[in-house]
């Protein structure tokens, strides 16, 4: 069964031309999910024709707005269309105190149900956990709580289907350089990981507790995962090529994220 990724945005917190604030759809078991929802993710969702009724899950990995700011107006666009599944917020407690009064006001008499579930990023657990399989957070270093997280196929159905090794997601937005996430990521198929900056903003990306492209292929290589994306761009660089050039430095099979972009994992 394919597995795709569609990036919705991989710019950071200053939206530029070329790039969206955060958001991803993965496409994994036969679901959706979307992963973080920054300003103006479901314009680029209908924009790309993106079906959303598998989409009963969100992943938030922090509350800075360019990760979390588009959910009240696409939750909000799901209930004028009268969509019947209930959807799963899965993020830090704080967003449920923040989004629930902009429900109760905008949202009145939604046909579905905002279900919240409360996770906490400093820990590493399975907050996801179906027949199918598992989502587990990844702790990481920013200014404000956060977490990566790491998406499973469960051993069981994949040597009944297909008999090879359980796939990995690993999404990796936003963190300073920090080696300890490697044990959780080892082996990972695909790793998303956030690439604000070039060594050239090395200062920059210290004192936000973001990544340049040579740590995040740095993590790439020691986890020693299959293919490495890299996204969350500054726009202080206008020629991302130099992201993609300085990730190859250290680590081979990188891809430069792009807007709008699907990709066969």
Known sequence: MNKKLT???????????????????????????????????????????????????IFISHLHGDHCFGLISLLSTWGMMNRTQDVHIYAHKDL?????????????????????HHIDPKKHEVIFDDRTLTVTTIPLRHSVPT??????EKPRRVHRETGLKPFQYVYCSDT?????IVKYIQGADVLYHEATYTEEYREAADKYQHSTAKQAAKI????????????????????????????????????LGQDKTTYTL
Request: net charge neutral; hydrophobic share 40%.
């Open 7 to 57: 990036i919705l945005g991989c710019g950071s917190a200053m939206p530029t031309i070329q790039n969206n604030p955060s958001g991803q759809i993965l496409e994994m078991c036969d679901k959706l999910f979307l992963i973080d929802c920054g300003e103006g993710t479901q314009n680029t969702m209908r924009q790309l024709a993106c079906r959303t009724a598998r989409l009963y899950s």
């Open 96 to 116: 449920e105190t923040l989004l629930r009064p902009l429900l109760d006001y905008h949202c009145q008499g939604m046909s579905y149900q905002v279900i919240f």
């Open 147 to 152: 977490c990566g997280f790491l998406f499973e």
């Open 176 to 180: 300073g350089y920090k080696p300890a």
């Open 220 to 255: 790439a290589k020691k986890a020693g995962v299959g293919k490495l994306i890299i996204g969350h761009f500054s726009a202080r660089v206008i020629d991302q090529s130099i992201f993609l050039n300085e990730a190859k430095e250290e680590f081979d099979n990188v891809i």
